[in-house]
């Protein structure tokens, strides 16, 4: 596996520039960030914008991967307006078993028109045909169906239904792990 793996930025795909993260983003990040239905389905709550900048502060430094157990976080913007529009990131979640995982949250106003389709495989092609891995996955609240059918859609497989396996934000939630191998993106 290389090490350190960072990719050629910026990303480009067709639609979309996958970029790192800069100060000048605290902006539209808040805006994404601040929103209830956003943060609805993952580990964080809607914040201000003093938390924000922590957040996108820890972002701009997740651009290089060293060692498993590090995220590398990408801006995802529109391409023809500029426009920040989502999170995502890639997480190398082991070295040995030559395994990440992928996330992403989106702007609502931005949602049904394929752009987190598009991050995910350009993900998968950084994760496979660049960091070298085998396996990759994505985690999600089995109640996130639009995330479900993003998943779906890159040809991710479900593997499991984790029936109240983690208190998430007060509540016992069941979770999906879907999972792609090397060679099954390959032959997609």
């Given at each position: ?10 990303i ?15 902006e539209?990040?808040h ?28 972002r ?25 529009i ?27 028109r ?29 109640r ?39 060679r ?5």
């Amino acid at each position: 596996m290389p090490k350190p793996f960072s990719p050629a930025f910026p990303i480009r795909t067709a639609r979309l520039i996958l970029r790192p993260f800069t100060h000048d983003d605290l902006e539209e990040l808040h805006v994404i960030r601040s929103l209830p239905e956003v943060a609805r389905y993952v580990p964080w709550e809607p914040g201000d914008l003093e938390k924000t900048a922590k957040a996108l502060e820890a972002r701009i430094g997740q651009t290089t991967l060293t060692e498993e157990n590090q995220p590398l976080t990408v801006a995802v913007e529109v391409a023809e307006t500029g426009e920040l529009i989502g999170d995502a990131m890639l997480f190398w979640v082991s070295e040995q078993h030559r395994c990440g995982e992928v996330g992403y949250v989106f702007h609502p106003a931005h949602h049904g028109r394929g752009y987190a389709t598009e991050t995910v495989m350009a993900l998968l092609e950084l994760g496979f045909d660049g960091l070298g891995l085998r396996r990759i996955i994505g985690r999600l609240d089995t109640r996130n169906e639009a995330s479900a059918r993003v998943l779906e859609r890159v040809g991710m497989r479900r593997e499991a239904h984790l029936v109240e396996n983690e208190l998430f934000k007060g509540e016992w939630t069941d979770e999906f792990v879907y999972a792609i191998l090397r060679r099954e993106w390959e032959c997609r």
